[in-house]
């Protein structure tokens, strides 16, 4: 294999990488949107409030709406109501 070769794998494996970067970040993105719409909060103009952070901000904040509701072990966030 020459080095057009490896350049053309590299090139190949790059864009294959690039791809999957971009489908992870839609379906993060879509998972916190639905999450939030689910998610019953205190005062109901959160919820409002949270997903157009989300829709605005796109991946940095679904990113921001994951680190500070979805955050595991925090008491102060809010939860979703069990289900019966």
Request: hydrophobic letters at 55%; glycine letters at 10%; proline letters at 6%.
């Amino acid at each position: 294999m020459g080095m057009v070769g490896i350049g053309m794998l590299l090139v190949g494996l790059l864009i294959l990488g690039a791809a999957g970067l971009v489908i992870f970040s839609v379906v993060f993105w879509l998972l916190m949107i639905i999450d939030c719409a689910k998610r019953e909060f205190k005062n109901p103009n959160d919820k409002v409030i949270w997903i157009l952070i989300v829709i605005l901000l796109q991946l940095l904040g679904a990113t921001i709406y994951w680190a500070v509701i979805k955050k595991p072990g925090d008491p102060s966030a809010p939860t979703s109501r069990p289900s019966s």
